[in-house]
């Protein structure tokens, strides 16, 4: 396991919230832009958002206008606010860097359930 932890994920119904956090406060956290990822087992890792160093943020299309990605530089912690949840959300959701995510700080993720 890396130096990210991920949590906040859980078991939801179809059209409830859930908010992610990334703790990054064991690395290099405020001059690099970051995303939050998710993996089904048996497919590859998708990127869901991410947030420049600035505050700009990009969306997949399948969350567009439902998530939310957020950063507060001073603790180090990248957030995801995910309303609206789809079943076909279900994945475990990791961050890291976006762009060029460092294969050594992928952490366990947090496992996000939604049952329909």
């Known amino acids: 396991q890396g130096p990210l932890v991920e949590s906040g994920g859980g078991l939801a119904q179809a059209g409830a919230s859930l908010r992610l956090t990334c703790d990054a406060s064991?690395?290099?956290?405020?001059?690099?832009?970051w995303a939050w990822y998710r993996q089904v087992p048996g497919e590859q890792r998708e990127v869901v958002a991410s947030?420049?160093?600035?505050?700009?943020?990009n969306y997949a299309d399948s969350v567009k206008g439902r998530f939310a990605i957020s950063r507060n530089n001073a603790k180090k912690m990248v957030y995801l606010q995910m309303d609206s949840l789809k079943p076909e959300d279900t994945a475990i959701y990791y961050c890291?860097?976006?762009?060029?995510?460092?294969?050594?700080?992928w952490g366990q993720g947090t496992q996000v359930t939604v049952s329909s």
């Open positions: 890291n860097l976006a762009w060029s995510p460092h294969e050594n700080w």
């Open positions: 064991n690395v290099i956290f405020g001059l690099s832009d």
């Open positions: 947030i420049t160093m600035r505050g700009n943020t």
